[in-house]
């Protein structure tokens, strides 16, 4: 019986392309590595990505290294939607891969 897909969007005002964002599901242990676009956002639809994840489980989502912070969300059968409200470390310019 499909499943329907459960939608995780990110938007990170201090990121700029390229940078990574990690969703972490507590309840499951496991980790799903974002990129983030030109606008500064990055999503992904945890079905296809082979997980389980479910409406209930809670994910915290964060970024490391020149930004720093997280939050965590409660996943709904809808999806969620994370707004990253974290520091930029202003003196280190982002590497363009």
Do not use: C
Request: aromatic share 6%; proline share 3%; charged share 20%.
């Amino acid at each position: 019986m499909p499943t329907a897909p459960i939608i995780i969007q990110v938007g990170a005002a201090t990121g700029v392309e390229g940078e990574k964002v990690y969703v972490k599901n507590i309840t499951k242990e496991e980790t799903v590595e974002l990129t983030l676009d030109s606008s500064k956002r990055a999503a992904i639809n945890i079905t296809d990505a082979g997980k389980t994840w479910v409406s209930g489980d809670i994910i915290y989502v964060y970024m490391t290294g020149r930004v720093k912070g997280g939050t965590s969300a409660t996943l709904t059968a809808a999806g969620v939607k994370v707004t990253l409200s974290v520091t930029a470390d202003t003196t280190t310019t982002p590497i363009n891969f």
